[in-house]
């Protein structure tokens, strides 16, 4: 009896949460002129995973033979808010403006002790010697030198263009894209300390693109709208070791550009 109630109850939770959304015979659209507003604001919220597409350098960042890659980034999920500035342009196209704070961690791994094979300043497992940077003296590698947690703080700043179907009931949906600057707060870029002091820098300034698709929800109060997103910088982060550092670190890596997904939630 009591697993028939739960069935019962949880059919007409469903029915009601339908009819809330959906037009009924006897009920109008929920917030019809809404999208007519020539302005509109509102906050979103966003679980994200951003991660480096790393090109690595042929010779320290990858084995002697070139079949394995010796540096690695691996992601991790975190979070980030932001604010909607929302200009509507006709009925087809809104432009967005969505500020907003993401915090980021990466985790990068240096399995580049082998680069001792170049402390004379050449790559000697070739058929001739091949230059491949100065000399340096090798120094053994403890497993805190091999590791690089990497924290960011970003101000992303996406401006974009956004072109939605038409409202079906309360409901409509939406793509995007458009372009983003963004500012690293944690970047280090400034810092007179490198990889030899456990410092991993990049750069402070970048700027990236992003897409987007989702459907916005109308509610009575509020229109809901979740998305998801992706945005991909177009800039090299990578800021060079000082030049007396060891080429196990930033010196194996040609350039790093982050890649993020993200999915958004938007009230409005």
Do not use: C
């Not at 042929?58 to 979070?79: C, E, V, W």
Request: no cysteine; hydrophobic share 35%; aromatic share 14%.
């Amino acid at each position: 009896m009591a697993k028939k109630t739960n069935i019962i109850l949880a059919w007409l939770f469903g029915t009601a949460l339908l009819q809330a959304q959906f037009r009924t015979r006897d009920r109008m659209d929920n917030m019809e002129d809404f999208d007519q507003r020539k302005l509109s604001w509102g906050f979103y919220l966003v679980a994200n995973n951003f991660d480096y597409k790393l090109v690595l350098d042929p010779h320290y960042g990858m084995s002697t033979d070139g079949k394995q890659n010796l540096i690695s980034s691996r992601s991790s999920a975190s979070f980030g808010a932001g604010l909607i500035g929302r200009l509507r342009l006709n009925e087809t196209f809104d432009l967005r403006l969505e500020p907003a704070l993401q915090f980021v961690q990466r985790d990068l791994t240096f399995n580049t002790q082998s680069n001792d094979a170049y402390a004379n300043g050449y790559d000697l497992t070739k058929s001739y010697p091949v230059y491949v940077g100065d000399p340096f003296t090798p120094k053994e590698l403890t497993e805190a030198d091999k590791k690089r947690s990497v924290k960011s703080t970003y101000i992303d700043i996406p401006l974009l263009l956004e072109v939605h179907g038409d409202r079906w009931y309360n409901s409509r949906p939406y793509v995007a894209a458009g372009i983003n600057y963004l500012v690293n707060l944690q970047s280090n870029e400034k810092s007179e300390d490198d990889n030899q002091q456990g410092i991993f820098r990049t750069t402070t300034h970048n700027f990236g693109w992003s897409v987007e698709a989702g459907i916005q929800l109308y509610f009575q109060r509020f229109k809901l709208t979740p998305a998801i997103r992706g945005t991909f910088f177009t800039n090299n982060e990578i800021v060079r070791d000082n030049a007396a550092t060891p080429p196990y670190w930033a010196a194996g890596i040609s350039s790093a550009q982050t890649r993020a997904w993200m999915l958004v939630l938007k009230f409005e």
